[in-house]
């Protein structure tokens, strides 16, 4: 149990588009999901947490006009890069938690996707 | 502010030898997770420490803390190559939804 899956694993996009992630939780009700952000042989950095219904709770210098996050279910979450630009290829990778934040120490960290954008 | 602090980033060491990877942070947290990753993937759950004096162990690993000293170890023991990887550790409990702080990673290479 306490699958998270990340579609798609991998997307090259162009200079100015919009790419959308998404995160699911397969056989678990996740209230509270996370997105952090890891560039190459670097540490993985919060980038904003959301909490289903919600809007998304940002990290300082995380724009959230260009990195749209959507909760809409119990089970899926979306990020959205928006007019994506060559220094925002990373790698994406959410989490999930069970219930409710504070009530559960486990989180369950998705695959990752990795964003190449040319 | 440096919530999390690893050490060493970079560990070279010999099959069969030990060594202990030391996580030192600087929040009141009494949470403390253990990751591993391979290179390209994910984060791999190894331990969740929840309190002060909380052992674990796993295998040829073995993971501690120590709340009141801020510190968290993972020892290896008998290394063996397949545990070549980075491990992270994290914890939880200063930000807002109970997110992870990461320290930077350690780089692990086992060497016959």
């Known amino acids: 149990g306490a699958v998270v899956s990340q579609h798609p694993s991998r997307v090259i996009c162009k200079s100015g588009t919009s790419v959308k992630i998404e995160c699911r939780s397969l056989d678990f009700q996740a209230t509270t999901m996370f997105w952090y952000r890891q560039f190459p042989k670097q540490s993985l950095m919060l980038m904003a947490t959301?909490?289903?219904?919600?809007?998304?709770?940002?990290e300082q210098g995380v724009e959230k006009d260009k990195f749209l996050i959507n909760h809409a279910s119990l089970t899926l979450s979306t990020l959205t890069v928006t007019s994506a630009h060559p220094e925002d290829s990373s790698f994406y990778i959410c989490s999930a938690s069970r219930g409710l934040a504070g009530l559960s120490y486990e989180q369950y960290f998705g695959p990752g996707t990795r964003l190449t954008v040319t | 502010e440096l919530k999390v602090e690893q050490n060493p980033l970079f560990l070279s060491m010999q099959e069969g030898k030990n060594y202990t990877i030391y996580c030192n942070y600087s929040?009141?947290?009494?949470?403390l997770y253990w990751y591993r990753q391979d290179p390209g993937k994910s984060l791999e759950s190894l331990f969740v420490l929840l309190s002060n004096g909380a052992v674990k162990q796993e295998g040829r690993l073995m993971a501690s803390l120590d709340t009141k000293a801020r510190l968290s170890t993972l020892h290896i023991t008998a290394a063996v190559h397949d545990l070549s990887a980075t491990y992270f550790c994290?914890?939880?409990?200063?930000?807002?939804?109970?997110?992870?702080?990461f320290g930077k990673g350690t780089s692990l290479l086992v060497t016959p």
């Open positions: 929040t009141t947290s009494d949470r």
């Open positions: 959301s909490n289903e219904g919600s809007k998304a709770t940002y």
């Open positions: 994290a914890e939880s409990g200063s930000n807002s939804g109970y997110a992870l702080n």
